[in-house]
């Protein structure tokens, strides 16, 4: 039934999926509206960092399979997979769904099915489908014609660990919520394509907001784990210790406190939920709230560090101090820094004055908006000569494996459990 797919949005999710989809002979047509992308595409290349995704790409373009344009063309499905930001006041951004349906409509015709896959407030995917009914009354959607309508259109989020996407894209279960039944059923027969894992039926509403329950889920058992190491520095207990041992019951699982919540998906989701249901969306708000509130709580204790530093040094100023931030990446081993509270916190140490040295094993040189902010990328060995207050803001392996020489400083704050080790 499907031989000619469309990919709309070919970021971190979209560009791994049309691949999938061009490894098992679907011809595949990537939409994007970033010419860059589209060029290092239809070259055979990549433009964002993903294992294995590379050699994939380039056989699926190398072998007719994979082709990326500006603007759509007919297809038999079309899925979309394109940021839903928020704006100011948490509130979502739909305008790059409401864009892809602008540029989809025209080349909708009958029997097509289309699926959003980008993380979405509940109702959205209905939102859609009345965009593009609005966008071409000679068709019937859904809303119109339930069973019967000339276009199906579901809800089928992703739900992959950035690093692990190609193999989590094939091996992870899958929700499929179709508007229709028959949109269900035709979304299962296109993701069997390559999907291993189970292709769990639903409506489209439970599938939107299992998305974000995931999400959330995990933002408010992290919360719980920050608020219990605010908790235990009041009580002077040592954290990590406690949730060892508080899990070693069988029927708790603690997470682990850090430096806050970041990346692009579990510090943003909870608000689609929020702004949904305000009233009701208690824990979920707080926890944000908790987590936002971290990066914030570590400033303040790298703050008392350096006014016990000065308290020992009277000649010396702001200017004269040195801190090391050991880690930049919203989490271990990876080189994203996007929406890193490390990043957050190396920058408000930085706006005190004093000299911060980053030390971000997994890049070369800082990205430009961190230049020209007091902050230096540094190597471990010499930043932690110089500094007068070592941060540990993420857990790398290469820090683990240095754990030694760092707890020698005799000014070190660990905030996410690196003596633990
Ligand atoms: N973090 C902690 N303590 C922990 C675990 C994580 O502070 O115990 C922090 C990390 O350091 C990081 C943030 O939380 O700053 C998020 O990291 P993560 O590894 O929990 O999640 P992401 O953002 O890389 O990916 C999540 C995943 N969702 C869930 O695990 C429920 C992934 O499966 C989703 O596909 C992805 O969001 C997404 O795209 O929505």
Redesign the pocket.
């Known amino acids: 039934m499907f031989e000619t797919l469309s990919m709309i949005g070919l970021g971190y999710?979209g560009l791994p999926t049309a691949t999938l989809f061009a490894s098992r002979r679907k011809k595949v047509i990537g939409v994007d509206v970033n010419a860059y992308a589209v060029d290092t595409i239809n070259q055979g290349r990549i433009h964002i960092v993903e294992p294995e995704l590379d050699m994939l790409v380039q056989a699926a373009v190398h072998g007719g399979y994979l082709r990326a344009t500006l603007t759509p063309e007919p297809a038999d499905a079309f899925l979309i997979a394109v940021p839903t930001p928020f704006l100011e006041g948490n509130k979502p951004d739909l305008s790059y769904i409401a864009d892809a349906a602008k540029a989809i409509a025209p080349v909708l015709a009958k029997g097509n099915l289309v699926i959003l896959e980008s993380?979405s407030p509940v109702g959205t995917t209905e939102q859609l489908a009345q965009w593009l009914a609005e966008a071409r009354p000679d068709l019937r959607f859904p809303q119109q014609a339930g069973e019967e309508a000339d276009i199906q259109v579901a809800y089928c989020p992703?739900?992959?660990?950035?690093g692990r996407v190609v193999h989590e894209l094939v091996s992870n279960d899958r929700v499929i919520g179709g508007m229709t039944q028959k949109a269900t059923e035709m979304s299962i027969e296109l993701y069997r394509v390559f999907v291993e894992g189970a292709l769990v039926p639903t409506n489209a509403r439970t599938a939107e907001m299992c998305?974000l329950t995931?999400?959330s889920?995990?933002d408010v058992n992290?919360a719980f784990?920050?608020e219990l190491s605010l908790i235990c520095d009041r009580l002077n207990i040592n954290v990590w210790e406690l949730i060892s041992l508080a899990n070693r019951h069988p029927r708790v699982n603690i997470?682990?406190?850090?430096a806050?919540?970041?990346?692009?998906?579990?510090?943003v989701?909870p608000w689609f939920i929020v702004d949904k249901t305000p009233e009701e969306a208690r824990i979920v708000r707080l926890a944000r709230e908790i987590n936002d509130y971290k990066p914030e709580w570590v400033v303040e204790k790298v703050k008392a560090a350096i006014a016990g530093v000065l308290s020992l040094r009277p000649d010396a100023c702001m200017a004269d101090i040195k801190v090391a931030c050991l880690g930049l990446a919203?989490?271990?081993d990876i080189d994203d820094l996007r929406e890193?509270?490390a990043v957050g916190v190396a920058k408000k140490i930085a706006s005190l004055g004093c000299k911060v040295h980053a030390v971000e094993p997994n890049i070369k040189e800082l990205p430009a908006k961190l230049q020209g902010t007091g902050i230096e990328l540094s190597a471990l060995g010499s930043a932690m000569a110089d500094a007068d207050v070592v941060c540990v803001l993420?857990k790398h392996c290469s820090f683990i494996e240095q754990v030694t020489e760092i707890r020698k400083h005799a000014q070190c704050i660990d905030v996410v459990g690196l003596f633990a080790e």
């Open positions: 999710i993380t992703e739900r992959v660990l950035p998305k995931e999400n889920f995990r992290i784990a920050n997470l682990q406190p850090g806050g919540v970041g990346g692009h998906c579990i510090a989701d919203f989490k271990p890193s509270p993420v």
